[in-house]
């Protein structure tokens, strides 16, 4: 017997009349090229999406087709956020670092009908729009002067989208926006989120013991809009009516912290990269800065050190770690602590805190190892899996991905994870990084991390390589500091007291530099292909 | 084309396995009849419910089949709530508060195979269960001895449910819950609830401008859990894992104070009269209590007084007026005020504040007056009507009360309201309870409310009666405090200082009391008809 509900939908066009009918004086406020800032309401915000939904209609753009926005964090990016999923289409965001072989490749399986370009990186699209077929390219102009050759001004296309427009009675389950993941393996694979997705995703990233955002927040989407949703922090600040900044490309820690002391944020997300940066700045110039004292975050996207996360508290920057990927919306565990481990010891409360955290409500976890289920004692190491409404069932147009999804319908994160008793997530490393010695795994972040900690060293990778006995052995690959020199003997050494015997690399390789992907992560698959052949017998240090 | 996203319901089964991942060791306390406190975990809680969910199901309770309750709330009242929706089937809180034929009717419209009662209501029971058709009544007992005929013990109930048990695979439009409204006018009305309108609810309900409920919180749900779902409260605690405290019936001022103060409380929803009854108290013995520093509550169920909000936060009580019906979940909207109000003066943002508030995430609102839908401008009147996921489309097995909804799809709640250009709503009276004279509305409440404010007035009712001209005109019924005396010219002369004169009684009537419904509110439909054939000619003061 079903209950007797209405059955109304949950899609973005309700956030969008939502934020129009309560929110309209709040403001809106972004950086543009020339750093000047653009400030506007959120009624401003809702006329311009809404001409933007009825002048893509008009144009031809039917429901389910996909428009792709090439930009950085600005209000004309929020309003195609809204503006094309309003009027049936899906917003499909590039990610403008990558490869325009990637990109290319990207629009052209996405099929994106038009694309709405940031001025600024109309070099970039120049590059892959061959590989494309966009049918218009729309663009964001910040000077005067005439158009280049067939395209548009985004302006004058959505100034055709005046007057009344009514929406298509658009369902819940139908495609709102699509997001490649950048994977260092394979191609880019497409998450195609639905309006439900996007809504039940924003209700739980805006819990209390999520990111606990308010109306009265000042909410900076640091996170670019071109990754993940900007960690879904622009939906939410629509749907709470919260003030809404957005740092377009410049996203520099003095440009940041400027931004935050003068809009008086209180809220940002952001990867540890950009957290690391305010905290240099803060660290250089304690008393530069006037920011409010709310101002607070989630840190995303890779873990957040406990040094940074500590090093930000002592500014009055409380940060707590989210663990998410795009195929989650991208949220799905955040590590705040429970009500009973505030009378915890410093010691544990910071373990608790480092960790990637707990489900949010709806998301389901687990974690396989090679004997099914791993138990909650938070050392068995297993994959993580997980579900829930907001989690991809499948890649878009990718069906020999299906390997990604458990038979029981669980998707394999591909990280390897431990989960304790009280049901926090402490991510190890990417599966396919984990080294298989003898039927054990060696985590190669753990020693990544304890190397980068030595002396004299730059950078640092280790790999797995081939093994005659072994299956796989750990290799050291590093840069020194520009200048220096490390001893393996001592580095070796140092290693000893931190790791088992049998967990030490076998060989440490000394190089100029490490091989990195477009978005600047360790391109971990191009090492392992160039030291596959690499012979044990003839090199490394004897470590017994 | 729709998104890519797992088909996972919404459903209180993953609320209910979440609580035993999560909060397995986070307290749930209730007090019993004797005034003990009962305390125990959610991991307690998990397995009870479970066993109850299992031992239903072999008891030959069906998908979709009702089993009622008569009970305050208590641990079991929880277990309830989740245990029977966990097997599929749906919780049917019966009021105790109700008159016995009322119950008899409700239980048999409802049409409620199995009963768990708690003893102490065993009496009330006796009087209706022979118009009901229980298969089974099921007694939660408080003391020893054997029990009566064949009514069976909850524990010796849910014991049978030990061991494993499958949930069914529950959709998130099945019914989970049935409540009756206990409206003054025509028979009693269910609203049947599905799992996915409680869940949504939660999630709207916990939002920082709605509760801001976190796990950290210890809430004391005060309103009952037979009266519109205790306000959603009992899910939203469950759903976050936070403290539960459960009052029982001891809903007195002096025993609900040390509740807050025993257990800690930080968050209580409740009627006005309860409030009230706490500033009494408080206001009387202002140092008695050692309340947590973070008590914080919502005030529902009718209109909180300015006095008595700003007589709580005097007291550091800081209370948030919503409204909602229990044919919305029962949430509609809340009065936080919004950033920029901050800035406003005090007079301004206590009428905010005072108001009934805006709508929390995906309720719709509109106010519909003679000439259609009215001005946001906060003095047109219209009735109020609301849309969302989680509003009653119809009402159960009552076809004939489809005209609450509109042709449009509105659910028409029957009180009349202005809307402000800020979006807050303020109820200005019940539509059946509004003064119809010669075209214009006049509202009973706010007659009533400077009435009641007169010396000597220890109650007042107005009530509209047929007029040969005017349509209707507003009657004063008024009962006068012990051994005390209006005088009709005096008090006719104080109103014309706050009324226009057309607005004003044309007749005032002295009586020794005013009727009540079941449930404490004033019985204005038995006044109507009591006065129906009131003679204007003979009666009434010369007001001109």
Known sequence: MDGLMMDYPLTLVHILE??????????????LPD????RYTYAD??????????????????????VATLMWNQYQHLEAYFGIPACGAVVHTLNVRLHPDELGYIASHANDRFIIVDEGLLPLLEKFKVQASFGRVIVVRHRQGSMIGSYCDYEDFIALGKGDFSYPQLGENEAAALCFTSGTTGKPKGVLYSH???VLHSFALALADSSGLAQRDV???VAPMFHANSHGLPYVAVMLGAKLVLPGSHLDPDSLLELFELEKATFLSAVPTVWLGILGELDK??????????LRGLGGGSAVSESLMFGLERHGIPVVQAWGMTELTPVGTVSSLKSYMEEWPEEQRRKVRCSQGRPIPFVEIRAIGAEGETAWDGHSLGELQVRGPWVARSYYNMPDESQRWTVDGWFRTGDVCT?????FVTIVDRIKDMIKSGGEWISSVDLENAVMGYPNVQEAAVVAVPHPTWTERPLALIVCKDGEAVSTEDLLRYLRGRFSKWQLP???????????????????????EQYRTWNWEKSGPDIN
């Open 18 to 31: 939502r934020v129009r009918e309560f929110f309209g004086r709040v403001e809106v406020v972004s950086r």
């Open 285 to 294: 110039n304690p008393t530069r800065w006037n920011l409010s004292g709310d």
């Open 419 to 423: 989960i304790d008793s009280e049901g």
């Open 219 to 221: 909410v900076v989407a």
């Open 196 to 198: 439900r997705a996007i």
């Open 35 to 38: 750093r000047s800032m653009h």
């Open 506 to 528: 076998d060989a440490v390789v000394f190089v100029k530099e490490l091989p990195k992907t477009s978005t600047g992560k360790l391109f971990k698959k191009k090492l392992r």
């Open 45 to 66: 915000f809702y006329r311009r999406a809404k001409q933007l939904a009825k002048a893509l209609t008009h144009a031809g753009i039917h429901r389910g087709d996909r």
